[in-house]
């Protein structure tokens, strides 16, 4: 069984509800972008689409970048400062 079919066979709910939540968004997102700046359908929905696609790569370089601040500040506590 391939990698793919056996994720989605252990996920099956949670992918599903993510699609529905994610399709919602972009429906949501679009209307809010069309009543608040009368722009047209289509400027709206790839606005929907393309801001959080962004948004999901700036989250991974802010959260790899912090990941990495954080390791260097963190000290491995060894058994002689644990008993200090």
Known sequence: MSLVVRVYRENKGT???TIIYTI???IIAA???MYFTGSSFQA???DAIVEPLIN???YMVLDKFW???VAKK???VTASKATA
């Open 67 to 69: 990941a990495s601040k």
């Open 74 to 76: 963190e000290e491995p």
């Open 44 to 46: 709206a929905i790839t």
């Open 24 to 26: 919602g968004h972009f």
């Open 15 to 17: 992918i599903i509800r």
């Open 56 to 58: 999901g790569v700036w």
């Open 31 to 33: 209307a809010c972008v």
